[in-house]
């Protein structure tokens, strides 16, 4: 049973850090690219950014660029996402999710985790 769980989540002020992780289990790990997605109150999901099986990463959405960073770790079944600068309008439920390629769009995906909340304050 594959399962994707996140964390890392919570409140911070605006200009603050978080970094999400997603710990994988249930599948090989190496084989599957990874995606970020979240999705704001209302608003449709929203891709961020994914990481390919080897490391390498689609571009950033222009919302994070040059602010998060992605990255992953196969022999601990982990992918990372290091959130510095954060803006207000980052707050949103965030996703990580699993699939052989690296989509942008988030119906090819496989497997879903269950959303860890990012609260940014003014």
């Known amino acids: 049973q594959v399962q994707l769980v996140e964390s890392g989540g919570g409140l911070v002020q605006a200009g603050g850090s978080l970094r999400l992780s997603c710990a994988a289990s249930?599948?090989?790990?190496?084989?599957?690219?990874m995606g970020w997605f979240r999705q704001a109150p209302g608003k449709e999901r929203e891709f961020v950014v994914a990481?390919?099986?080897?490391?390498?990463?689609?571009p950033y959405a222009d919302s994070v660029k040059g602010r998060f960073t992605v990255s992953r770790d196969n022999a601990k079944n982990t992918v990372y996402l290091q959130m510095n600068s954060l803006k207000p309008e980052d707050t949103a439920v965030y996703y990580c999710?699993?699939?052989?390629?690296?989509?942008?769009?988030?119906?090819?995906?496989?497997?879903w985790g269950q959303g860890t909340q990012v609260t940014v304050s003014s």
């Open positions: 990481i390919n099986r080897s490391g390498g990463t689609t």
């Open positions: 249930g599948l090989t790990f190496s084989s599957y690219a």
């Open positions: 999710a699993a699939d052989p390629r690296p989509w942008t769009v988030p119906n090819p995906y496989d497997y």
